[in-house]
């Protein structure tokens, strides 16, 4: 009986822990990245599976199809808005290589909705 009961909190406890990504690359230089199209661009071909990736990349890509099916629910404030920026920054500034991570991560438009709601919010 004890063990079931250890085994419940145990259970609870994890389930009530709020999840969230690492915030680690928080203070990632963003404004640095959109405003440098060679830069944006290769960071694109790493999302994409097509070129190198720094260890910044390598994090983000590994965040990117949870964060789009969350709409960002697990991201933080500032992850919020360094995503934002970043959108944008390939949107504008490269709006083909915008489509073919929009291909790659929502082949079907599923996540769409969720992803532009989020897009378009102000928190």
């Not at 390598?58 to 808005?81: E, M, N, V, W, Y």
Request: proline share 6%; charged share 25%.
């Amino acid at each position: 009986m004890k063990s079931i009961l250890v085994l419940c909190l145990l259970v609870a406890a994890v389930s009530c822990r709020p999840e969230s990504y690492d915030t680690r690359y928080d203070n990632f230089d963003v404004e640095a990245l959109v405003g440098n199209v060679r830069l944006l661009t290769a960071y694109g071909h790493c999302f994409l599976g097509n070129g190198p990736c720094t260890p910044e990349g390598s994090a983000f890509k590994k965040t990117i199809p949870d964060a789009l099916r969350t709409g960002c629910g697990k991201c933080s404030p500032k992850q919020r808005h360094l995503i934002r920026v970043v959108v944008q920054g390939f949107q504008n500034k490269t709006p083909a290589l915008w489509q073919d991570l929009v291909k790659k991560q929502d082949p079907n438009g599923q996540y769409k909705e969720i992803f532009t709601r989020f897009l378009n919010g102000r928190d």
